[in-house]
């Protein structure tokens, strides 16, 4: 079946501009999860969907920073008055929920996207 | 916050068993433990994932000592395409998920 999609796969912007940047989990996948890599850097994790909820957004790097999820599925990460800084690959992922007292077993994995690479210039 | 590292990287001959060990402090009781590798340009991709002692699938084995602090991945004869970087990631706590800092593995003929 198909994976996770996310677009533009490039984006080059202005720095002060605003940008949003889509994720298309797999269908079913209840979980999203959106994390930024910087240049040669590790992953960061950004923000977590449960659903339609994100019940923590202290993952966000500022508040120049916010994302929403609509009907279960698609996610939109919008970075506002970006900045160089801002510069990075951002990578969605979907799973499934982790059942509450998960000990093993079925694998939750996170299925990621190829990633939408952000230039500020 | 919890801190993830692993080694920065390794050297492995074609043919070879690579452990790669990844500190977790702080991991939380009911959190696990996935270990991804990485090729350029691409995302992540799943290798293995356990909560506890050991869980062997067809391409690599994940060892978890009981205090949980630590996991350790076990590739079994690597191949020049098993060259990639190998993240572990932690839940530590509620809806926050953490990458180790990531070990290169460059697979050598």
């Known amino acids: 079946g198909a994976g996770v999609s996310q677009s533009p796969s490039n984006k080059v912007t202005e720095k002060g501009k605003d940008v949003e940047l889509r994720c298309d989990p797999i269908?079913?996948?209840?979980?999203l999860y959106w994390y930024r890599q910087s240049l040669g850097q590790g992953l960061e994790f950004l923000i977590y969907f449960q659903g339609n909820s994100a019940p923590d957004k202290s993952g966000l790097p500022s508040d120049r920073f916010s994302a929403e999820r609509t009907g279960g599925s698609v996610s939109t990460l919008t970075i506002q008055r970006t900045q160089q800084e801002d510069s990075a690959v951002y990578l969605c992922?979907?799973?499934?929920?982790?059942?509450?007292?998960?000990?093993?077993?079925?694998?939750?994995?996170?299925?990621f996207g190829p990633g939408t690479r952000l230039t500020v210039t | 916050l919890a801190k993830t590292t692993q080694p920065i990287s390794m050297d492995s001959y074609e043919g070879q068993e690579v452990n790669i060990t990844c500190s977790h402090n702080?991991?939380?009781?009911?959190?696990?433990i996935t270990w991804y590798q990485q090729f350029p340009s691409q995302g992540p991709r799943f290798i293995i994932q356990?909560?506890?002692t050991k869980v062997t699938n067809e391409v690599a084995s994940l060892f978890i000592p009981a205090d949980r602090k630590s996991s350790t991945l076990s590739l079994p004869r690597v191949s020049l395409s098993d060259t990639a970087v190998y993240y572990c990631l932690v839940g530590v706590g509620t809806y926050k998920y953490i990458f180790g800092t990531g070990t290169r593995l460059k697979v050598l003929a």
């Open positions: 992922a979907s799973s499934f929920n982790l059942p509450s007292g998960w000990r093993g077993g079925l694998s939750y994995e996170q299925y």
């Open positions: 702080n991991i939380a009781t009911n959190d696990y």
């Open positions: 269908s079913g996948h209840t979980a």
């Open positions: 356990g909560y506890k």
